[in-house]
């Protein structure tokens, strides 16, 4: 499975951004489709993710403030960020997995840069 993300970039705090990231590939079966994220000398954390029948998850940091959901039709999965804040700066990874199995042994997106200001 290969996954192509898009969004991200420079905003102020309090301000949104919006993550998208398609999947393409042999996709079949249950699956989980989340955003993770690596701030500067930290280790990746799972900030979201949803299945395919939109069960969903959410780090306790990003509750109430970041939305994930998902258009199964275009197998891409979104992340919706308000009340952003200067700890949100971070790489974020799309992750694509099949159910039972761990993230770690998933697909990656190539990462995309969200930095937040002050």
């Known amino acids: 499975v290969q996954l192509q993300a898009s969004g991200g970039g420079l905003v102020q705090a309090g301000g949104s951004l919006r993550l998208s990231c398609a999947a393409s590939?042999?996709?079949?079966?249950?699956?989980?489709m989340g955003w993770y994220r690596q701030g500067p000398g930290k280790q990746r954390e799972l900030v979201a993710h949803?299945?395919?029948?939109?069960?969903?998850n959410y780090a306790d940091s990003v509750k109430g403030r970041f939305t994930i959901s998902r258009d199964n039709a275009k197998n891409t999965v979104y992340l919706q960020m308000n009340s952003l804040k200067p700890e949100d700066t971070a790489v974020y990874y799309c992750n694509f997995r099949f159910l039972g199995t761990s993230a770690e042994f998933g697909s990656w997106g190539q990462g995309t840069q969200v930095t937040v200001s002050s």
């Open positions: 949803i299945t395919g029948g939109g069960s969903t």
């Open positions: 590939g042999r996709i079949f079966g249950g699956n989980v």
